[in-house]
């Protein structure tokens, strides 16, 4: 037989547990196990009930979510940034091959451009001497040389052009030369680099023999385009190149060439502009100097000067009603022939050495 608690103690009992299990309730602790616990979750998740509780993110996430799809699962894996190649190595250019255009032209002294204070054409002789001694002036030489169909002035000794065709380099274009007041101006020597560039760029320090010899160096001489040699005036390679695109890299290694040929210097921007141009030809060569033909077409070579011809005491042929005076000077061979003068003669007032090329003497031998 039980014996009961008296009933005062009863009453106390069952407070002390009311008041236990209100605290447990209150600070969130199940009295019960992990087992019923799970079973408990299981069934709620089960019946779709919702908990009151607050929910952790993930389940906050799921309960927006609309519900269960009946879809299958996406088997495309998820995108990740596509990675981007390594840098590959800058390849080093190749050197420029020696004897090239473009490793002559990297090799050039880059210097400002000089003032070109005191420049005048005749500080570079004057134009269009016969320097070669082949028994022609430079200019007859070169339009000799570029022309083709040539045809000659008579009485000349196939020296003075009269007539050819231009296949010009600078426009591309088929240009006819005549000779003449009007005409002659169609087709020009150009110096390819000009007088005054060259000036500026170190021929002021130069003797007048050297810049002579620059002024009529086969090298540096074209026949062109009379308008379009004018409108290059002194330009470089940094303001001025051909119109014709394909004679570029050749016009470039000429300047090149007798820069170096001479010593002058470039700027910083016109040796750029020669590199920029040779680049598209990296085997262009330095073109040489090749020794223009003598009168009727003979290859006197670059040094050979005419043999000389004896010295014997001329006979007289002039009137001497058109003698000049004893003190008369003449400028050049034009002025010998305007006074009437022409040939002039070794001892003949007014003779002198410049007016006799070949040294024969017998100045002014045909008329200009």
Partial sequence: MTRLLPRPWRVATVVVAAAWLAVTVL?????????????????????GTTSSAPASPETTQDAASPGPST????????????????????????????????????????????????????????????????????????????????????????????????????????????????TSAAVQIDHVVALSDAWQKGAQGWAEAKRTQLANDPLNL???????????????????????????????????????????WVTAAEQAAMVRVLTTCPAEKLPKSDPVPGPGGADLGPSHAPTPKPKATPKPTKKAAKQPAADVYYQNCTAVWDAGA???????????????????GVGCEYRP
């Fill in 222 to 264: 074209l026949a062109a385009d009379g308008p379009l040699n004018q409108s290059k005036g002194d330009g470089d390679a940094a303001t001025w190149l051909p119109p014709n695109k394909k004679f570029r890299c050749d016009y470039v290694a000429r300047q090149v060439a007798v820069k170096r040929g001479y010593g002058l």
């Fill in 71 to 182: 879809a299958a699962p996406s088997t495309t894996p998820a995108s990740s940034p596509t990675p981007k190649p390594a840098p590959k190595p800058t390849a080093t250019p190749k050197e420029a091959a020696p004897g090239t255009a473009l490793a002559a032209a990297k090799l050039l002294t880059v210097k400002g451009r000089a003032p070109r204070t005191g420049y005048d054409r005749d500080e570079f002789g004057p134009a269009w001497q016969d320097v070669d001694r082949n028994g022609c002036d430079t200019r007859n030489d070169i339009l000799g040389r570029d022309l083709a169909d040539v045809g000659y002035k008579g009485g000349t000794r196939e020296c003075v052009v009269a007539w050819g065709t231009l296949h010009d380099p600078y426009s591309g274009t088929d240009i006819d030369f005549v000779r003449g007041a009007t």
């Fill in 342 to 360: 022409g040939p002039i003669y070794a001892g003949d007032p007014g003779y002198s050495r410049k007016l006799d090329r070949d040294g024969d």
């Fill in 27 to 47: 600070s969130g602790c199940e009295p019960t196990t992990a087992s019923s616990t799970a079973a408990d979750a299981s069934a709620a998740s089960s019946s």
